[in-house]
């Protein structure tokens, strides 16, 4: 059951496609305050009410907020999730074996195959790889199994509402709005996770208007149904904006000097070779412009040469550890190599088919993994420390082949 869902109350919109109806029939113009019923949240009604106002002011018509805006009540789940964002942390070597699965890489290989036609165009059209805008397609939704499916007005109002974010939610809110006034969706179909992310490359409402496009021609910038061409579009018209350079790689992997030190200095792959920095092969890595040395996981684990179209990703989210994930992937689905140097784990690692194995024990043991598919997220790493526990070890979360064998054990 939905936390307080016993106490909270629907709010709805009174009067939804016209004037409010009084006893003495009235003019009233389209901006006048509407009656809003009472919910098990009088303040949130009145926030609804006063933000009506500012959302009118800013173009949005009575008509389509009173629509977008009935049913609306507070969602204290979601606000839990922004409270608790930061809970869970990776390593970058964790963050990548979920990233770049072998289940990743093979659903984006088919996800090619099947959506060739459209991706070659949007390639050949916005000069952004196939390979890349699947790799951002992977990342934000799973290929588009996880969309989100939370009614996004419900969910911008709570946050904005809420006030740790306000400002910067009313504003994702209003651009919501202003989405709905276009006619490119409607507020029913209109969902996204908690946050406000929608659709297949999960784009938030004020990126949508700067970027997203209709690709397909119906009239409709519709990155949520079940053909994501006006999304994946959307995606490579947003990194070509931003300075997508077609043919250069977002980085390759590299040999460094022992006991080198890098610094944030851009070279030439030319100047690097001069400096001992050279390809896996041995050689100069390929002149493709201006690149930096990129350690993740320091001297110690693998080193990569990132030119311009990295800190490109990195304008779709700001994490280097997102940046290397899509990079990667997009590798992977192109029939590249794995990353060749081993990270610096401190515990022997499990193979892919190890850690479903683990999960499956720690299902059958009873501990709430809810997916049996190799990613070990924080659900599972919680689980791995509850077992832990109960077997009076170090709780370390690791999905380790000393854990493996303890699990097979018990």
Not at 5 to 28: C, F, K, N, T
Not at 57 to 65: D, E, L, T, W
Not at 159 to 183: T, Y
Not at 243 to 260: D, H, N, Q, S
């Amino acid at each position: 059951m939905r936390p307080g869902s016993g106490v909270i109350v629907a709010a709805a919109v009174v009067a939804v496609d016209g004037p409010v109806r009084s006893l003495r029939p009235q003019a009233r113009p389209e901006g006048a305050a509407r009656v809003v019923l009472a919910s098990g949240n009088a303040n949130f009604d009145r926030w609804i009410n006063g933000f009506r106002g500012r959302a009118l002011s800013q173009g949005i018509s009575a008509r389509v907020f009173d629509r977008a805006f009935q049913g609306v009540r507070y969602d204290p789940e979601v606000v839990a999730k922004d409270r608790n964002q930061s809970e869970f942390k990776r390593e970058i070597w964790d963050y990548l074996d979920s990233a770049v699965s072998p289940v990743r890489v093979e659903n984006g290989q088919k996800a090619l195959r099947q959506h060739r036609r459209a991706l070659e165009r949007i390639e050949a059209h916005y000069g952004v790889e196939k390979e890349v805008v699947a790799a951002v397609w992977g990342m934000e939704s799973t290929y588009g199994e996880r969309l989100g499916d939370l009614p996004l007005i419900q969910s911008m109002a709570t946050l904005a509402f809420d006030g740790r974010r306000g400002a910067f939610f009313e504003k994702q809110l209003v651009a919501a709005l202003q989405i709905l006034q276009s006619g490119d969706v409607t507020p029913e179909n209109m969902k996204g996770s908690w946050a406000g992310a929608m659709g297949h490359t999960q784009f938030m409402p004020t990126s949508y208007l700067a970027y997203a496009v209709d690709f397909t021609g119906d009239g409709k910038r519709d990155i949520w149904s079940a053909d994501p061409t006006d999304a994946l579009a959307s995606t490579a018209a947003y990194l070509k904006r931003f300075g997508w350079r077609k043919g250069m790689p977002w980085g390759v992997e590299v040999r460094v000097p022992r006991g080198a030190s890098f610094g944030e200095a851009k070279r030439m792959p030319s100047d690097w070779a001069a400096r001992g920095v050279t390809g896996l092969d041995g050689r100069a890595v390929r002149d493709h412009g201006a690149a930096r040395i990129f350690q993740p996981a320091g001297a110690a684990g693998p080193s990569f040469m990132v030119f311009a179209n990295f800190d490109v990703i990195k304008r779709y989210n700001n994490s280097n550890a997102y940046a290397l994930g899509v990079g990667h992937l997009s590798d992977r689905i192109g029939g590249g190599p794995e990353i060749k140097a081993a990270w610096p784990r401190g515990y022997d690692p499990l193979s892919f088919d190890e850690r479903m194995e683990m999960q499956r024990l720690l299902q059958r043991k009873g501990y709430a993994v809810e997916k049996i598919d190799g990613i070990v997220g924080p659900n599972t790493v919680n689980a791995i420390r509850a077992f832990q526990q109960s077997r009076g070890v170090a709780q370390d979360g690791l999905p380790s082949q000393q854990l493996l064998a303890l699990l097979r054990r018990s």
